[in-house]
């Protein structure tokens, strides 16, 4: 239908004014809301360049949620994620940072609340039988008690921002098993590397019970692990805390590529 010249640019002024005019082969505008939560391996503990600001929270300027978020054009973004982090802390310390205009969340959550610090400790420090034993002692916690705690952040995560994707990130493995590497022996590495999957695989099932999206980085770290040769983590170093984390390598070539590939983004909110 022809309509008189008039209706068409009255018609045109009132599309123009409500912000529905979309002309073929545009899209409207579209941003991204980003919230980045978690522990240490989301704040970037161990790949250095740390926000003074952030205190012992030690989130860095190489952490993989800044690097997303620089890649990408987000309408808010906000990295809240802090080192020693356990999904207690991140219930009553980091959710006020989601609402209901939240778009996108990553967290990666679990690893402190199993005592991994702890067991590392034991192993880098005792023998295979005491690595053995932290690791098995927190491997059943794994199994009996850290589910439900999973499953209550993310039941609290997705009250406080219900319309977001919500993508959850794993821990790797932290060694490649080889014959001669200086350090730790096989056994206490052979053990560790169970303990990350029985972590990943606690929080996989979790993630699944929620609906959220689960990210597996060990595919993204397979080569690039401890005694590899191209190791994307710090191994034993000074302070402590630092040791066993992925390094800027790892946030940018393992972690970075694991959101990136699970985010869900409209086209025309990426730069």
């Known amino acids: 239908m022809r309509l ?7 018609f045109g002024a009132a599309a123009f004014a409500a912000g529905s ?10 941003t991204t809301n980003y919230v980045a939560l978690g522990d240490s391996y989301s704040s970037g503990t161990g790949a250095g360049d740390y926000d ?16 997303w978020a620089a ?5 808010s973004f906000k990295f809240v994620a802090c080192s020693g982090a356990t999904t207690t802390t991140v219930a009553d310390g980091q959710l006020g940072a989601l609402g209901s205009s939240t778009t996108l969340v990553s ?3 679990g690893g402190n609340d199993a005592g991994f610090s702890d067991v590392m400790l034991t192993c880098v420090l005792q023998s295979d039988s005491a690595c053995v034993t932290a690791v098995n002692k927190a491997k059943t916690y794994m199994k009996n008690t850290l589910p439900g705690k999973l499953d209550s952040v993310y039941t ?21 098993i080889v014959d001669v590497c200086v350090g730790l022996s096989n056994t206490k590495r052979t053990a560790l590397n169970g303990a990350a999957d029985a972590l990943d695989s606690a929080i996989a099932s979790a993630v699944g019970r929620a609906g959220f999206t689960w990210s597996d980085v060990r595919d993204e770290f397979s080569g690039h692990e401890l005694c ?23 946030h940018r070539g393992g972690y970075l590529p694991a959101l990136s590939g699970s985010a869900k983004v409209p086209v025309h909110a990426q730069t």
């Open 4 to 10: 008189p010249r008039p209706c068409l640019l009255t």
């Open 21 to 30: 005019l979309t002309w073929p082969g545009t899209a409207s505008a579209a």
């Open 52 to 67: 003074p600001a952030s205190g012992a929270c030690n989130r860095s300027a190489n952490a993989y949620p800044k690097l």
């Open 71 to 75: 890649a990408h054009a987000t309408g």
């Open 107 to 109: 967290i990666s959550v």
């Open 156 to 176: 609290k995560i997705r009250s406080k921002a219900p319309s977001a994707q919500v993508v959850v990130l794993g821990y790797p493995r932290l060694y490649k």
């Open 228 to 250: 590899s040769g191209e190791d994307w983590l710090n191994s034993v170093t000074v302070p402590f805390e630092s040791s066993y984390h992925p390094t800027a390598k790892g």
